[in-house]
């Protein structure tokens, strides 16, 4: 079982840039989700999505798009990399939404904005 | 989602338990107790979570006040490898996203 794949593990893009950040599961959960970590912060919900077909925003949505076309895929887009988006990207998953579900991690993409 | 107070730091000595508090006056009925840690440059790993009673698994044990509106980390026997950021999370049992609210923690630092 591999659990949580991201990739890359690291990036380095230029001020304008699109790129996709890759995010997996094996586990067949249905919850998905994507946080932000910035130094000394805690962790900051982007997007998520409750199953195939279905996504939503979460408290910093602003620069990104979701997709869910799969159970198991939930793509991160950043439309027009900005220097304030260089953060530590995590991926979770668990088996359904609510209190009750430990999320499990990916371990993360590290991305930098020139 | 009920906020949660933890110290800073705290050490412990390898092979020692480790107690990590938590407080969480504000939690509801239906809020679950979570912890995770984040060793460095890692993704949080989860450990244990409860509701009401008292809950052990191969990695803690998590202790539950009976007015729930405290809870304490148990590592029974500390290592090098124990050391970490650990948070103390409380979330709701229902809602639209399961949204998982970092505090700052508490940095556990084992030492020899």
């Known amino acids: 079982n591999a659990g949580v794949t991201q990739t890359p593990k690291f990036q380095v893009l230029k001020t304008g840039q699109s790129m996709t950040l890759q995010c997996a599961q094996d586990?067949?959960?249905?919850?998905m989700s994507w946080y932000r970590q910035d130094p000394g912060m805690g962790l900051r919900l982007i997007h998520y999505?409750?199953?195939?077909?279905?996504?939503d925003q979460g408290e910093v949505p602003n620069g990104y798009n979701v997709s869910r076309s799969t159970t198991e895929d939930f793509p991160l887009r950043l439309l027009s990399a900005a220097p304030s988006q260089t953060s530590v990207y995590f991926c979770?998953?668990?088996?359904?939404?609510?209190?009750?579900?430990?999320?499990?991690f990916g371990d993360g993409t590290r991305l930098s904005i020139l | 989602d009920a906020k949660t107070t933890q110290p800073t730091s705290m050490d412990c000595a390898e092979g020692r338990a480790a107690n990590l508090p938590c407080n969480h006056s504000?939690?509801?009925?239906?809020?679950?107790v979570y912890w995770y840690r984040q060793i460095h440059s890692q993704g949080p790993q989860y450990i244990i979570h409860?509701?009401?009673n008292n809950e052990t698994n191969e990695m803690a044990s998590l202790i539950i006040t009976e007015d729930r509106k405290s809870s304490t980390l148990i590592l029974p026997h500390a290592t090098l490898r124990d050391t970490a950021v650990y948070y103390c999370?409380?979330?709701?049992?229902?809602?639209?996203?399961?949204?998982?609210?970092f505090g700052t923690g508490t940095r556990l630092q084992v030492t020899l």
């Open positions: 979770a998953s668990s088996f359904r939404r609510g209190g009750g579900q430990p999320q499990h």
């Open positions: 999370i409380v979330i709701s049992g229902t809602g639209t996203a399961s949204k998982l609210t």
């Open positions: 504000t939690i509801s009925g239906n809020e679950y």
């Open positions: 999505s409750v199953g195939a077909g279905i996504t």
């Open positions: 409860g509701l009401k």
């Open positions: 586990m067949n959960h249905e919850y």
